[in-house]
């Protein structure tokens, strides 16, 4: 008989991250329906043991019990049957009283210091027979636990320690760099995801986005920084009056550009174009529309390749029209424009933009450019209009595979993602490579 797979929830910033767990098998008299949240406490050295220096078992046929990655990975998927049955790696039965859980052996003892692969999920019991949860330290690598006690794979948000992790696929927590499609991500000595601001990392100083992401091709207040996180004065944005940004400012223009695509960045720099911020004007036309006067507050110079703007918050859809202005033919000949006045009818968390401006269609597409910027928009553009939102997926360049989940993605980890947690870093230095680690599935 087995006990039903438990979910725990661990909330993030925007919306639930469901982390789903396995089942155990029980002995008919003790089925319980869920997991108690203890554990028996144990010595540092229970800890520290692992197993068999921290290798996984095999099972009972010699041949090795494959790991299930979708463990806790945020999937909310149902098991494959033909996992469900296999029988655990270790012969024996589990047993417990609501709280704490063993598993018995064939010879009367419990199972300790060890690994167990049973229904599609790893466990670990401890020095004192009892399964571990939470995070633990086993040999020399980290490891997050359910209440359930299912290993971690993937990313998950501990609300305790208010912190992001992302586990390996043999469930060793990731150390240092991880390279995850276009984004860099850098967790310390006990896995957790450095995030919003400045960081030395082996003698460089590099700035992290609220998601965790390194500031690669982006800029941080008027400072630029290249592909490998490093500071380019020669790209940093140009200041036209007298006035100085005051700090909110600069911290606006911060979160405005962490939003544009880095490969969009990147080709503006790339295309010599300059960035100039006029602090000492209020707009730079202010049409009459249906709708009253509509400021604009920056002005997109393809002759002289310059993007003006006077205000942080036009910085999106001034981007928007540079890239409207580079791939002109690719979005006018995929219709989209059609397809975004759709999804505004439809959607309430954009506003259209006045019907004075229906001729200027690159002003559209920079207004729906500077829309898919915002996550929000994102997750509701991928339930309300799917096709759209494949197109500006592949527009924008994102290359979003194995990075740490936004709203749209929630429930969706680790799908076809693919990790480098083994790299140099984004600056190339040999010193801060993390050599990998943690016990082996063979």
């Given at each position: ?29 003790e089925?319980?329906?869920?997991a108690?949240s ?5 010595t ?6 692992g ?7 095999t ?7 494959e790991s ?5 990975s945020g999937?909310?998927?149902t ?13 024996g039965q589990?047993?417990g ?17 060890e690994?167990l ?7 670990h019991?401890?020095g ?5 949860t ?5 040999s020399?690598?980290y490891?997050?636990f ?15 320690e208010?912190?992001?992790?992302h586990?390996k ?14 984004a ?5 000595s ?18 992290f ?15 630029y920084?290249d ?6 004065r ?7 009056g007298?006035r ?25 720099i ?6 100039m ?12 529309t ?6 604009l ?11 003006k ?5 036009a ?10 202005s ?5 979005w006018?000949q ?9 999804y ?7 506003q ?6 229906d001729?200027?269609?690159?002003m ?5 450019f500077a829309?898919?910027?915002r996550?929000d ?18 527009f ?8 740490r989940?936004?709203?749209a ?8 993602a693919t ?11 040999e ?12």
């Amino acid at each position: 008989m087995k006990r039903q797979k438990m979910a725990a929830v661990l909330t993030a910033v925007l919306a639930a991250l469901f982390l789903s767990g396995g089942t155990k098998a029980m002995a008919a008299d003790e089925v319980k329906t869920t997991a108690g949240s203890g554990t028996e406490a144990e010595t540092a050295d229970d800890a520290e043991a692992g197993s068999a220096d921290g290798e996984k078992r095999t099972a009972a046929d010699g041949t090795e019990a494959e790991s299930a990655d979708q463990a806790g990975s945020g999937a909310a998927g149902t098991e494959d049957a033909a996992q469900a049955e296999e029988p655990p790696s270790i012969e024996g039965q589990w047993v417990g009283d609501g709280e704490d859980w063993q598993y018995l052996l064939p010879d009367g003892s419990y199972l300790r210091r060890e690994w167990l692969y049973d229904g599609g999920d790893w466990y670990h019991f401890s020095g004192s027979g009892y399964m571990q949860t939470g995070m633990q330290k086993i040999s020399s690598d980290y490891y997050y636990f359910l209440e359930n006690g299912a290993m971690i794979t993937g990313w998950f948000f501990d609300e305790d320690e208010e912190a992001w992790y992302h586990a390996k696929e043999d469930g060793a927590l990731t150390r240092g760099w991880l390279k995850a499609g276009d984004a860099w991500y850098w967790f310390d000595s006990k896995g957790a995801m450095y995030d919003e601001g400045f960081r030395m990392v082996s003698g460089h100083r590099y700035y992290f986005f609220e998601n965790g992401q390194l500031a690669a091709s982006q800029y941080v207040g008027l400072d630029y920084y290249d592909e490998n996180g490093l500071r380019d004065r020669s790209h940093d944005i140009i200041i036209e009056g007298d006035r100085r940004p005051a700090e909110e400012e600069e911290a606006a223009i911060t979160e405005a550009m962490a939003g544009i695509p880095r490969a969009w960045i990147r080709r503006f720099i790339e295309d010599g174009w300059e960035l100039m911020y006029y602090t000492e004007r209020s707009y730079f036309s202010a049409p009459r529309t249906e709708q009253g006067i509509y400021y604009l507050y920056y002005d997109t110079d393809t002759h002289y390749r310059k993007l003006k703007f006077c205000s942080p918050s036009a910085l999106a859809q001034a981007f928007g029209e540079f890239a409207a202005s580079e791939e002109e033919t690719d979005w006018k000949q995929a219709g989209v424009l059609a397809d975004y006045a759709q999804y505004l009818q439809e959607s309430g968390l954009v506003q259209a933009l006045p019907a004075y401006f229906d001729e200027e269609e690159e002003m559209q597409f920079g207004s729906l450019f500077a829309a898919f910027c915002r996550e929000d928009v994102r997750a509701d553009m991928k339930e309300l209009s799917p096709h759209l939102y494949q197109y500006m997926t592949r527009f924008s360049m994102r290359e979003s595979d194995g990075q740490r989940p936004e709203e749209a993605d929630m429930i969706r980890m680790n799908d076809e993602a693919t990790y480098d947690s083994d790299g140099f870093g984004p600056a190339s230095d040999e010193s801060l490579l993390t050599p990998p680690s943690g016990p082996s599935r063979g």
